[in-house]
């Protein structure tokens, strides 16, 4: 409802007032750049005299200059030899490609895949005994405190029932 008042106000004698701004005298463009007012001429001469002897001077100076060599083409070996040694290759991975699990090929050493992470939580969780943090974090490449973290903090799978208050409330049995 807005809109529609606005617009009569709007599009109110809209021609009368579009030829109105039309037949308006333009006004004049400012001037283009000349000498300033108020500086003698010989002053101005002056300005725009070369000097001699500072052009000699300037000829005088020599300056070279080179591109500094890029940082990533210096060392290309011991850049490669450190990848190499900071990771490692997948222990497990998804058979088929869904979501794009699969284009991982290798992980940095310290960090673990998610179906590596799953793995290895459910690991824990059937053989508890077997599957120690420390066997975990030699087998991925962890540190020891973040795999003792990991199997501490981090449960798969596990659904958790919560009874009710009252026996009044619905449950569902499976």
């Not at 109105?20 to 006004?27: G, L, M, Y």
């Not at 940082?71 to 998804?94: F, Y």
């Not at 077997?130 to 962890?142: C, D, N, V």
């Not at 208050?165 to 619905?170: A, D, G, I, V």
Request: glycine residues 2%.
């Amino acid at each position: 409802m807005g809109s529609r008042v606005t617009r009569l106000f709007r599009n109110f004698n809209i021609e009368n007032r579009a030829h109105r701004e039309i037949s308006k005298t333009k006004s004049k463009a400012a001037p283009r750049h000349s000498a300033p007012i108020g500086i003698p001429q010989e002053d101005i001469a002056e300005i725009n005299k070369k000097n001699d002897s500072l052009l000699s001077m300037l000829k005088d100076v020599y300056v070279e200059s080179k591109d500094p060599v890029p940082q990533d083409e210096a060392l290309p070996e011991v850049k490669k030899v450190e990848e190499e040694t900071q990771q490692r290759a997948l222990k497990h991975s998804l058979p088929s490609a869904p979501y794009g699990f699969c284009d991982i090929t290798v992980v940095p050493k310290g960090k673990i895949s998610l179906v590596e992470a799953l793995t290895a939580l459910n690991n824990h969780k059937l053989l508890p005994k077997t599957w120690t943090p420390e066997k975990l974090a030699e087998e991925y490449s962890l540190d020891p405190k973040d795999a003792k973290a990991l199997t501490e903090f981090f449960f798969p799978f596990d659904v958790i029932i919560i009874p009710p208050k009252t026996e009044e409330t619905k449950r569902i049995d499976s």
